[in-house]
């Protein structure tokens, strides 16, 4: 976890004069390593007081753990994100994030949000300074390890809120997993397009592609599917709270 602590380098040049007479030349010399300005006493520097994590009162940082699933997210300059919380070198939306355990089939809330003491400190070195993330660079529904746990669980995202404001959706995230272990639903993904979805892929219509391997043919419904159905220009001028509503189903009960 980054800390900022302040700190201050002292230094002063302290020269006398000669006491003693010497030939004009040599108190010129002298004369020109004087300091110019008088140097500063230990009593005239005020030092700035670093903020001790001991006085932060931090919320609980929250790590996913196999069957939960959260939110991961990356804002536009790859700093502010979060995979689940293992890493606290990058996981700075780790405190109070919203981490369901699925339990079964049922609506669930991921979320994650920068309005914490932690998430101040951490970026600002002080929990009363906020820094706002902006833009977007990735976003995902996840499910840790449920490719295992919950081999055929659909993911299907109600409703997307940043700061509390619905966002309109363009196309419908569908269903997959990018490592065969952690089931996802891509809200943004620029590196996936709609001409190229994953042969996986699944939803509550069903499959989005009829048959095996490369027979596999695009189900008549495919087109309602998108990698990217987020739009990063709803997250281009800061962003605080991100909130994702979604139905689990496909789990055998």
Do not use: H
Not at 191 to 204: E, F
């Amino acid at each position: 976890m980054k800390k900022f602590i302040a700190c201050m380098l002292l230094s002063a040049m302290v020269c006398g004069a000669l006491a003693s007479c010497g030939d004009k030349e040599d108190s010129k010399q002298e004369a020109t390593t004087q300091p110019t300005t008088e140097a500063a006493t230990a009593e005239a520097i005020t030092e700035p007081s670093a903020i001790s994590a001991e006085d932060v009162d931090f919320e609980d940082t929250v790590v996913a753990q196999s069957g939960d699933a959260y939110l991961a997210i990356v804002d536009g300059q790859w700093w502010i994100q979060y995979w689940g919380g293992e890493d606290p070198t990058r996981d700075f939306l780790t405190y109070n994030a919203g981490v369901p355990t699925i339990t079964g089939n049922g609506d669930y809330t991921v979320s994650v949000t920068a309005d914490t003491n932690g998430f101040r400190y951490d970026t600002t070195g002080s929990p009363d300074d906020q820094y706002t993330p902006s833009g977007l660079q990735f976003m995902a529904v996840m499910i840790k390890d449920g490719e295992t746990t919950f081999p055929n669980a659909v993911i299907t995202v109600n409703s997307v809120k940043v700061d509390g404001k619905e966002l309109t959706l363009d196309g419908k995230p569908y269903t997959s997993s990018d490592d065969g272990k952690e089931t996802r639903a891509n809200l943004y993904n620029q590196w996936v397009s709609k001409d190229n979805i994953p042969k996986d892929a699944r939803s509550a219509d069903g499959k989005l592609y009829v048959g095996d391997g490369d027979d596999a043919s695009p189900a008549d419904f495919i087109g309602d599917y998108s990698p990217q159905s987020v739009n990063p220009d709803d997250f281009a001028d800061g962003w605080t709270t991100v909130e994702v509503n979604f139905t689990v189903s496909g789990i055998e009960e």
